[in-house]
C-alpha cells in the first residue's frame, strides 16, 4: 500500500488488510520486520546516545560556563546542533538497512524468504547500493531528529524545567 501508485492497490485501509491477508497471511503483515528492526534499533540507539555525548562536549568544550548562565536560546541552539549532529550519525547508521527495507517493499512478495531476498538485493546492488542517496538521508533524518530534539527541549523549557545536559 505504501509503495504502489495511488489507487492500484486498494482505496481503504480496511481493504488493504483484507487484501494483505488473503495474498500473504498473517506472515504478510510482517513482511520486512527484521531488516525494519536492522535499521530502526540501531537508529534509536544512536539517537539518544549520540545526542546525549554532542551535548555533553559542547557544554564541556564550546560552551564552558555554568549551563544555567546561557540564556535558553542558547541553550536550545546546543540542542538544535546537537540534534543534527546526531541525526547525520543516525541516518549513517540507519542507511543501509532503510535501503534494504525501501527494496523489500517495492519488490513485494516472494516464495524466499526474507534472508533469501536480503542476499538477493545485496547481490545485485553490492555495498555501494546499500548507499545510494545518503546525502539526501542525512538532510532529512538530521532536520527531523534535531527538530524532535528542539520540540523536546522546547516543552521542558515550558514546563519550567531544564534542557538536556550539561552542569
Keep these: 500500500m505504501q509503495t504502489a501508485e495511488p489507487g492500484t492497490f486498494t482505496t481503504s485501509t480496511i481493504k488493504g488488510l483484507n487484501a494483505i491477508n488473503q495474498a500473504e497471511g498473517v506472515n504478510g503483515f510482517y513482511k520486512g520486520l527484521q531488516p525494519l528492526w536492522a535499521r530502526q534499533i540501531p537508529y534509536t540507539i544512536i539517537k539518544f546516545v549520540a545526542?546525549?555525548?554532542?551535548?555533553q562536549q559542547f557544554y564541556t568544550k564550546v560552551f564552558t560556563k555554568e549551563k544555567s548562565s546561557y540564556s535558553k536560546g542558547t541553550q536550545l541552539m546546543v540542542t538544535f546542533m546537537s540534534g543534527y549532529i546526531a541525526g547525520v550519525f543516525c541516518a549513517i547508521v540507519s542507511h543501509p538497512a532503510d535501503t534494504m527495507v525501501s527494496?523489500?517493499?517495492?519488490?513485494?512478495?516472494?516464495?524466499?524468504g526474507t534472508g533469501a531476498q536480503v542476499k538477493e538485493i545485496y547481490s545485485e546492488i553490492g555495498f555501494n547500493g546499500l548507499w545510494k542517496g545518503i546525502g539526501t538521508r542525512i538532510f532529512m533524518v538530521g532536520t527531523l531528529t534535531c527538530m524532535q530534539w528542539v520540540i523536546y527541549d522546547s516543552f521542558k523549557i515550558w514546563c519550567g524545567l531544564a534542557t538536556t545536559g550539561g552542569k
Excluded at 103 to 112: D, F, P, T, V, W
Design 51 to 55: 545526542f546525549e555525548r554532542i551535548v
Design 103 to 112: 527494496i523489500l517493499n517495492k519488490r513485494g512478495k516472494s516464495e524466499a
